[in-house]
């Protein structure tokens, strides 16, 4: 009786287990499918969007509707169950292993064109669908044209102004060519590119890729860089480590919305110098004072009538380059002296971590206000107070690298070949030793551009005259009850960019752990 009772039992025990395998096993496959994330992805947030577009178009309190909003709403309400249905489509595909219909694929012309209403992640999504073997290269290509059409449309709001920049309709036309440079490029890229062998003809490409860059678009940079290792390397299998590390990077959606919006300010902040008017940021206007958003205002103008959308513009070159240099800094200084702490013993380590740690007890805002007080308020002071107070942080990082890298046989090799100690950090151990240190950096950038505008916001910062966010969020706080969207935009714009280099820096580190490859 006993027996016969356990059967059915172990039956559906059986049944559960085979159950809970196939549901295992189609996660994996909807996860390392790109079309099903990407498009998901594009779902959600196209559906989040009309949402908020739907809520800003109705006011309660005068009973009116902002016919605008609404048409916005609807459009990208479209765009979502779009977005849906593909995403169900392709799940049902990958399920069951069979290829995309090709219909299936060719409806991503009409995702990727969605990008010109501002819909980056539908237009991902449908590039990603159009190729059927994705390299890292084309991956890179998508965000490298989106980043040139986004510079396109956000430059274009300066035709609505009443006088734009000398050297408008000069960047207009680079970025123009830029945009059809770019289409030629992904298009050679999808024919002449493998997984398994990359073609000799892309060496050319690769170079004027290289040279795009000056834009600051960092994707056009990264892709004639992997071109050329590639090509160094003859496409024998030779594993390049930091070209696997960025192809785990970019199964991350949000690390990758990260990455894109960082890389998006930068090149805004260098196309600027052609498409925006700096005179319109900081020179007084007295006949449009307060004025609230419009297409010639986006982000309405502050209380001496300067455009508040023009100046956070001018005000990322200088949140980005404080934060990078206030980075770059403490990283070079610290992880020399933790090099140097982690690979001797004894009294050299003592006296570097423990002149280190008394600086490290300090609060670093505190000190940073102590610097700045003590030479004045400059961006140069402001760099430095910012440096000062991020070494700790950064020597602490390397000297527990190095402490376990010092004994390594690679290192022991290099001492019983001759080297001498500073040969072996900097060759060895330091570049042995980047992989916690980059993570590291990438986020502290982030905090260091909050801690550029919280200085600014106190006085203690970047001079009051120059458009920096902290200045602008300082002067949008007086009105936040008569005009709050002087206080609202430039808040926004930091914590997106800090939000941006966070994602990107978690990403960052879960693709440098060997754990989750």
Request: aromatic share 10%.
């Amino acid at each position: 009786m006993v027996q016969k009772a356990a059967a059915p039992a172990a039956a559906a025990a059986a049944a559960d287990y085979a159950a809970e395998y196939i549901r295992r096993t189609q996660a994996r496959k909807l996860k390392r499918s790109q079309e099903y994330t990407a498009s998901r992805f594009a779902f959600g947030t196209s559906l989040a969007i009309a949402l908020i577009a739907l809520l800003l178009s109705f006011d309660l309190a005068e009973g009116t509707v902002n016919m605008i909003s609404l048409a916005v709403a609807a459009i990208f309400l479209v765009e979502s169950l779009f977005e849906l249905a593909v995403s169900l489509l392709v799940k049902r595909a990958v399920i069951q292993d069979r290829e995309l219909p090709r219909a299936l694929r060719w409806s991503g012309l009409f995702s990727a064109v969605m990008v010109l209403n501002g819909n980056i992640f539908a237009s991902i999504s449908g590039f990603t669908r159009l190729q059927r073997e994705r390299t890292i290269e084309y991956t890179l290509s998508i965000y490298m044209l989106l980043t040139t059409v986004c510079i396109v449309l956000v430059s274009s709001l300066n035709l609505f102004k009443a006088y734009v920049a000398d050297t408008f309709l000069l960047g207009m036309y680079i970025l123009a060519g830029l945009i059809v440079f770019d289409l030629l490029a992904m298009l050679l890229i999808s024919r002449w590119v493998t997984r398994s062998a990359t073609s000799r003809k892309m060496l050319p490409l690769a170079l004027c890729l290289i040279l795009s860059a000056a834009t600051g678009n960092v994707f056009a940079l990264l892709i004639g860089i992997i071109t050329i290792s590639k090509l160094r390397h003859k496409d024998k299998d030779i594993n390049i480590e930091w070209i696997d590390i960025l192809s785990r990077l970019f199964r991350n959606n949000m690390s990758i919305i990260g990455m894109f919006l960082v890389v998006f300010l930068i090149s805004l902040s260098l196309c600027s110098f052609l498409t925006f008017d700096y005179s319109i940021a900081v020179q007084n206007n007295y006949g449009a004072m307060l004025l609230a958003p419009s297409l010639e205002y986006p982000f309405g103008t502050d209380n001496f009538g300067r455009c508040v959308f023009t100046r956070i513009v001018f005000g990322a070159r200088i949140s980005l380059v404080v934060g990078m240099l206030a980075t770059a800094t403490p990283l070079i200084v610290g992880g020399l002296l933790g090099a140097v702490a982690g690979y001797y013993s004894g009294r050299i380590e003592n006296i570097i971590m423990r002149a280190l740690d008394v600086l490290y007890a300090v609060p670093s805002i505190l000190l940073a206000i102590a610097i700045v007080a003590a030479f004045g308020a400059s961006t140069t002071n402001l760099i430095l107070a910012l440096s000062v107070s991020s070494i700790p942080v950064y020597a602490r990082t390397v000297r527990a690298t190095v402490m376990g890298l010092s004994s390594a046989e690679f290192v022991e090799a290099a001492r019983a070949c001759g080297a001498r100690d500073h040969a072996i950090i900097l060759k060895h151990i330091l570049p042995n030793s980047m992989a916690p240190i980059i993570v590291r950096a990438t986020m502290g950038i982030g905090t260091a551009v909050l801690s550029t505008s919280s200085m600014s916001y106190l006085g203690l910062g970047v001079e009051p005259h120059i458009p920096e966010w902290g200045n602008i969020l300082k002067v949008g706080s007086s009105y936040l009850e008569t005009n709050p969207y002087l206080a609202i935009f430039p808040g926004l714009a930091i914590m997106l960019i800090v939000l941006s280099f966070n994602f990107f820096g978690d990403g960052l580190r879960d693709a440098t752990d060997p754990k989750l490859k």
